[in-house]
C-alpha cells in the first residue's frame, strides 16, 4: 500500500490535539445523519409537518450535504482548508440554532438545507487536514485509524444521542447539541489545527464544473430518495436518475477540457485511489442496508425504545473502533493495503450473513450482538486504510477536493443503499404476507413478512459488500509489498576511490512518505536499503552498514504522478562536491547515499522535465523522500502571409524570453511550420522574419504541460528600386545618394547606387513616398507604393545646362 502523504516536512506542532478538534468536528457532522431522524417524529408533530413532507427534514440535508462536496472541497482548496474548515464550523452551528429554535416547517428546512451546506464545507476540510497534517507513517496510521472509528461508528452514537435527546430533554436538543460542540471546535480549531501546506491554490474556480456536478449529485440523490418511497419506475424518479447521468457526463467531459478543473480527472483515475472511492461507496451500501433494517427490527419486531436500539448498536462502534485502531492502524505499514480491505471486507459480509438468519423470536445476544461484531470489526479495518488510500499521493492543491471524493462516495452510496436495499426488503415483504394471508394479516403475520423482507435485502448487503472486496483486489495494487534486494558488486571506482555497488532489485520499495521538492523529508526507519526494481549506485556496503553512509531513497514521479524513467539525480554536499549519483529505472525509484548527517542539495534532472534542485536534511536514519518533476512544454505554430494566407517556407522563428535573451530559433518548413521543445513555463516573445514579408513578433504564454500552439501573420514587405541615370546621354550614374521620405516628410531610409546606378529600398509599409536623387542638382519625384512591389522607378539627373 501506498502511504504517500500530500505534503511532508516538519512534524506539525500539537498535531495530537489538532487530531481532537478534527475528529470532534467530523464526529458532529456524522452524528447529525442520524441523531435528527431519532427526533423526526416529535418534530413533526410539534411543527405541523404532514406525512408528505416530514421527508424534507433528511432529504433537505442530504441534498445540500451530497450536491455540494465536490464544490465544498474544492473552496477549501482555493481559500485555505484551515479556513474552510473553521467557517464550516460557525456555519454549521449557525444553521443548527436556527433549526432548533425554528417555530415552522420553512425555518426548519431551511436550516436542514443549510446544515448540509456547511457540512459540505467541513468534512472535505477536516478529512484534507487529516491527510496533510500527518505524514510520518506510523502517526498517520494511528490518525486514521481514529477517523475512521469516528466515521464508521458516528451514526450509532447519533441514534443513542438522538433517543437520549427526544425523551429526556426535546427534539430541538437534537439540534441545539451541535451548537456547543461547534464552539469547543471552533475555539480549538483556532489555537491547534494547522494548515502544514503553504498557500493557496492559485487556479480559478471551474464554475461549469460546480454547476453541472452540483446539479447531477443533488438529481441522483434526490433520485434515490424518491425512489425508496415511490419506486424506481415512477416517471419522476426515472427523469431524476437520467438527468443526473446527463449532467455528470457532463461534468466529465468538461473537467477533462478545462484547464483548472473542479476535479481534475488524475484525482480519480489513479487505481488505488479509484479503487478506494468505489469500495468506500459500495461498503457504504451494506452498512446503511444493516442500519436501516436492524433499527427496523429492533424497534417494530422486538418493541425496543429509540434509546434501547441506539444502545444495541454499541457493539458495531466498538467493533469499527477496534478494527481501525487495532488491527488496520497497527498493520497498515507493514502489510499491502488490500490485505487489510479485502479480508475486512469480507469479515462484515459474513457479519450481515448472520443476520440473514434473524427470526421473529431471535436473541439478540446470540443472533444479533455477533452480528455487529463481526461487521464492525471488517469495516473498521477496511475502511481505514480505503480513507487513507483516497488522500494518499494526492497534490496539496488536490487534497480538498480528494476527500470530498470519499465523502461523496460515502453520501451516494449511503443514498443508494437505502433506496436500493428498502425497495427489495417491502417488495419481499408483500410478497411474503400475500403469499401466506388466510385473510386480513396477523401482527405475527406481519412481524414474520417484515423479517423476511429483511433477510432478502441483506443477502443483497451481503453481495455488494462483496463486490467491494472483488473492486478492491482488482484496482488497489500492492506496491508497498517489500521484495528481496539483490546486489551486485561488479561496477568501478568512482572519484575519490570510492568503490560502487549497482543494486538492483525485483520490485520497488514501499513508499512511506512523499517529500514535496524544496520541502524537508522526515526520516523514516526503514532497516536495511531496500529493494530497488532500476539500476542506482551506492558505495559498496562494509562489513558495518552504518560506516559507509545514510540512505536517502524515493521515487521521482512527473506531474501526472507517473513514474519518471532514466531521471538523473546528483547529492551535492555544502560544499559543492558530488557525494553520490543515481538513475531512475521503469518504476522511478532510486536510492543515494549521504556519507553524514546534514544538510544537502539533491539535483533531479530528466528529458521532457524541468530540473528541480531541493535541501534535504540527512539524519541518522534512512530517509525517504520523493521528487516530483514538472514536464517541460511544447511550443508550436504556423507562419502566414497576412495578404494571401499562404504559409510561408523558410521563415526565421527566434523565441526570447521576458529579458530579452534568445532561447531558440529555427526555420520553417515547406508547410510553413515551426516546433520547439523542452520549454519551461512562462510568457516569450515569438519574432518571424521571412523574405519579401516585414517582420512580426507576438507574446506567447506557454502553460507547464503539453504544447502550445500560435499562428503568426506576416505583413507583405514592399520594395522600392529602380537606376538613377546622368544627363541626356541617360548614362547610369553611380555614387548617386538616394533617399526616400515618407509622406509627413520623414526619412525612412539612404542608399547609394552602385556601378550599374541601382538601387533598392527592402520592407516598406505601403504608403505615399517620395525618392530624392543627389549628387547632381536634386530630382524628386512622388511614387506609391502599394501591397506588392512597384515596377522599377527610374530617376534621370543632369547639369541645369544640359
Known sequence: MSMTAPVSGPPVPRRWIALVFIALAQLMVVLDATIVNIALPSA???????????QWMITAYSLAFGGLLLFGGRVGDLIGRKYAFLIGLVGFAAASAVGGAATGEGMLLAARALQGAFGALLAPSALSLLAVTFTAPAERAKAFGIYGAIAGGGAAVGLIAGGLLTEYLDWRWALYVNVPVAVVGLAGGAVFVRDPVAGR??????????????????????GFTRAESEGWGERGVVGLLVGAGVLLVAFTVVEALTRTPLLPMRVILDRNRGGAYLSVGLSVIGMFGLFLFLTYYLQTVKRYSPVETGLAFLPMTAGMVTGSTQISARLMNQVPARLLMVPGLLVAACGVVLLTRLRVDSAYATSVLPAQLLLGVGLGAALMPAMNLATAGVDAHDAGVASAMVNTSQQVGGSLGTALLNTIGATATTSYIAAHAQGPPSPALTAAGLVHGFTVALWWAVGVICLAAVVVSVLVDSRGER???????????????????VVTAEAPPPARQL??????????????????????????????????????????????????????????????????????GVDGVYALRAPGVGPYMLITAADGHQPQAATVAVAHEPLHYDVTLSGTSGLAGVVRSAVTGARVDGAIVVVTDA??????????????????????????????????HRPGALPVAVDGQG?????VELPAGARVHGTVRAGSDNLLLSDARVTLVDAAGNVVATATTGPDGAYAFEDLDPGTYTVIASGYPPVAAAVMIGETAPEPFGLTLSHPDE
Open 44 to 54: 413533526q408533530h410539534a411543527l405541523g409537518i404532514s406525512d408528505a413532507d416530514r
Open 201 to 222: 491554490s492559485r487556479a480559478r474556480l471551474d464554475l461549469p464544473g460546480v454547476v453541472l456536478v452540483t446539479g447531477g449529485l443533488v438529481a441522483l440523490v434526490y
Open 483 to 501: 521484495r528481496a534486494t539483490r546486489v551486485v558488486a561488479e561496477p568501478g571506482v568512482r572519484e575519490g576511490g570510492v568503490r560502487e555497488a
Open 515 to 584: 517529500a514535496s521538492v524544496g520541502a524537508r523529508g522526515e526520516p523514516v526507519d526503514d532497516g536495511p536499503l531496500a529493494a530497488r526494481t532500476s539500476p542506482v549506485y551506492a558505495p559498496m556496503a562494509s562489513a558495518d552498514p552504518g560506516s559507509f553512509g545514510t540512505p536517502v531513497h524515493g521515487r521521482v514521479r512527473g506531474g501526472d504522478g507517473a513514474p519518471v524513467c532514466g531521471a538523473a539525480l546528483t547529492l551535492i554536499d555544502l560544499g559543492g562536491r558530488q557525494v553520490d549519483r543515481a538513475t531512475t
Open 659 to 692: 529579458h530579452g535573451e534568445v532561447i531558440a530559433s529555427a526555420r520553417t518548413d515547406a508547410a510553413g511550420e515551426f516546433e520547439f521543445d523542452d520549454l519551461v513555463s512562462g510568457t516569450f516573445v515569438v519574432a518571424v522574419t521571412a523574405n519579401g
Open 707 to 711: 504544447t502550445t500552439h500560435c499562428e
